[in-house]
């Protein structure tokens, strides 16, 4: 079954291409773009550049998660998200939109104002308490779509990397399970760049079949990351799209069915050359 917005916003077909997730952040303190969309309008500006880029959903987070960034409180954070929500759904009536939110309080304000799903860096893994996790209940109560995420306090040891990561995430995903949301509405995102090493983010991306076997579409976001330029040797994110534009598209060859990042404007193309590669047995030209 596809995965349904519970405002029944249309949301793209992961089965038949990647889907295209674009990154705005309105927070003062991102690594990369902090600062550059505090407000309804700029995020409308943004949305319409990435819409253009051929982006199918918007991401939406007003906490920044960067190293040593510096925690906000649930208030903070809806008072930042609900007017642009409330923008864009003006000016985009069918945009996907989607909240990157690891609490449950700030996931139900946002999707009763209007946003389609949650992107949860916790992986609903927040504050379980004996009822489980508020975010699983929460999207369920809501018959809202939810993307787990992993994410640890400190990197694994090197031995223990995928055994420990691959019951990490079975974890999040029994969690949601108990909550009651059905597996047509869940992802996972191993969390490229969130308490690993960076040898083992890029493990992550080159053993991305064992997430996939997890048996849950992927989303996969290394856009401007740290190890992406400590492999490139470039200290600044926002010349680091060689290393977008590689690791979507090994981790598509490698069963990523959505790609998150800040930029698609040749990011989309690569993207759309990965996957006529990847469905080449079946692919046919268009007519011209």
């Not at 990397?161 to 059905?182: C, D, M, N, R, V």
């Not at 590689?246 to 790609?259: E, F």
């Amino acid at each position: 079954m596809p995965w349904k917005s519970p405002h029944g916003t249309p949301l793209p077909d992961w089965r038949a291409r990647t889907i295209l997730m674009g990154i705005i952040n309105i927070t003062p303190d991102s690594f990369s773009d902090g600062g550059e969309t505090l407000d309804a309008t700029s995020a409308i500006k943004r949305t319409e550049i990435l819409l253009g880029q051929g982006v199918d959903i918007i991401d939406l987070g007003a906490e920044s998660t960067r190293p040593g960034a510096q925690p906000i409180d649930a208030a903070t954070e809806v008072q930042r998200l609900l007017p642009v929500i409330k923008g864009l759904r003006e000016k985009f009536p069918k945009l996907a939109i989607s909240i990157d939110t690891y609490k449950a309080s700030v996931a139900e304000a946002a999707i009763k104002a209007g946003a389609d799903l949650i992107n949860d860096v916790e992986g609903a893994r927040h504050e379980i308490g004996r009822e489980g996790s508020p975010m699983a209940r929460t999207c369920a109560r809501l018959s809202c779509p939810l993307i787990l995420m992993h994410r640890r306090p400190a990197p694994i040891e090197e031995n223990d990397f995928w055994p420990t990561l691959l019951s990490e995430i079975k974890t999040s995903i029994t969690l949601a399970h108990q909550a009651g949301i059905p597996p047509e509405q869940l992802w996972v995102d191993p969390g490229f760049g969130f308490g690993k090493t960076p040898n083992q983010n890029l493990l992550l991306v080159r053993d991305l079949e064992k997430i996939a076997a997890l048996g849950l579409p992927v989303l996969l976001g290394t856009s401007r990351k740290s190890t992406l330029g400590l492999a490139l040797n470039e200290p600044n994110p926002l010349k680091r799209e060689a290393g977008n534009e590689a690791t979507a598209v090994w981790g598509i060859a490698k069963g990523c069915r959505m790609i998150r990042a800040h930029d698609f404007s040749h990011l989309g193309s690569v993207i759309k050359m990965a996957d006529t590669l990847k469905d080449s047995p079946n692919w046919r030209p268009p007519s011209l």
